[in-house]
Each structure stands twice: as C-alpha cells, then as structure tokens.
C-alpha cells in the first residue's frame, strides 16, 4: 500500500502560470481533501469531496479548482498563480460516514510562486 | 471564532521527562472528535491519538495519552518519558457531527516540541 501519494514533491511558478497538484490514494476512501499550511496558522482546507463526482468549498477556496473524477484521486488546480498563494499543500483522505475515523496525509507539496 | 486553540508555539522539554501540550476547543456540537497528529522535520503528517466526546476514558497509545477534560472544553496531549525523536511539530485538532458522517477537520496553529539531550 502506497497510502496518500502527491505529485510534485516541488515546484517553482511564476505569477499567473497554472498547474495541477495531482493526489492519489489506495486505501478506497471516500473522503478526500486538499489542506494548505502556511507558518503560524496551522492546516486550512482549501476543498473537499465526498466522494466520486463530488467536490465542495472549504475555508480558503478562493483561485483554487479541484475535480474527483476517479474515487482515488483529488486533483487541485491553479489557474492564474499568485504570490499568496506560496505554501506547502497536503492531500488527506479518509473513510466516510458516521464514525471516529483519522485522516491519511500525503507527504506535501511545497509550492513557491514568485 | 477560533475553534481549536494550542496557546504554546514552543516547548522545551529534557529526554525521558514527561510533557503536556494544551489543546483547548468550541463547539456546540454534542458528537465530536478530537485528534492530535505529529509533523516531523521532514514535513509529514503522522496521526497519534483520538477521543471521542462520549469516551469516557481518556486515549492512550503507547507513551501518549489525551488528558480530556469535556467541561473545560480542554483535550491536551501528554508524551511520557520524552525521546529525541520526538521533537516535531504537534497539532489537535477537532472533527464535528461524528453522528452524522461529519467530515470537516479543524487544526490549531500548533505546537513545536523540543527534547533536549
């Protein structure tokens, strides 16, 4: 089992370059979720699915896009990059339902826009 | 409104002693989960340890355990006989609506540990 994956480990945008932050997992949860996490202020969800086809707003979801297509991978997607937008990115996923249940993270992405 | 809030940035604590980090929380929800998870240097998100809010025990997995004080709304994390490795970042955090499939998690800013030799 190779658990939560991310692709890329790194990247370097310039402002208003676009990419995708690919997310994959394993373990056939239904839940999954992109987080940031900037210095200080913990882990934010950006967006969030609840299963295949799904997708919903989370705290900060402003100039990020994300698409389930397939139930084992959450893609987040940049559009126009900016400055703000520098941060390390983790995935998450979990079981869904009712219950006590913890989230598996990915290893992150550390993303710097200049 | 801050919902989980771990009021220490930093903590120093010497090899093989016992340290606590606090974890304080608001919700109004009856049915929630409280998590604490381990960030490493090398920037992974590792799970530790959960109570739920109708445990009536406190968590405890190996050398930690969830100090959970429900009135007090306080669910703080205690590392017994501290080891080297365990100097990283620590986070709690909170899932609501356990009942009913809730799946939102909220982090603190966290709490970076360090255990000295």
């Known amino acids: 089992n190779a658990g939560v994956t991310q692709t890329p480990k790194f990247r370097v945008l310039k402002t208003g370059q676009s990419m995708t932050l690919l997310c994959a997992q394993d373990m056939n949860h239904e839940y999954m979720y992109w987080y940031r996490q900037d210095p200080g202020m913990g882990l934010r969800l950006i967006h969030y699915?609840?299963?295949?086809?799904?997708?919903a707003k989370g705290e900060v979801p402003d100039g990020y896009n994300v698409s389930r297509l397939k139930k084992q991978n959450f893609l987040l997607g940049l559009e126009s990059a900016a400055p703000s937008q520098t941060s390390v990115y983790f995935c998450?996923?979990?079981?869904?339902?009712?219950?006590?249940?913890?989230?598996?993270f990915g290893p992150g992405t550390r993303l710097t826009v200049t | 409104a801050q919902k989980i809030t771990q009021t220490q940035p930093g903590m120093f604590v010497q090899e093989k002693e016992a340290v606590t980090l606090d974890c304080t929380y608001d919700t109004s929800d009856q049915s929630y989960g409280l998590f604490w998870y381990k960030q490493p240097s090398s920037g992974e998100m590792i799970f530790l340890i959960y109570q739920g809010s109708y445990d009536e025990q406190n968590a405890t997995e190996g050398r930690y355990s969830l100090n959970f004080q429900k009135a007090r709304k306080s669910a703080n994390l205690v590392i017994s006989a501290s080891q080297l490795g365990d100097s990283a970042m620590y986070f709690c955090?909170?899932?609501?609506?356990?009942?009913?499939?809730?799946?939102?998690?909220?982090f603190g800013a966290g709490t970076r540990l360090f255990v000295k030799a």
């Open positions: 955090a909170m899932r609501e609506g356990l009942n009913t499939g809730g799946f939102k998690t909220i």
């Open positions: 998450a996923s979990s079981y869904g339902g009712v219950g006590s249940y913890e989230q598996y």
């Open positions: 699915s609840v299963g295949e086809g799904t997708t």
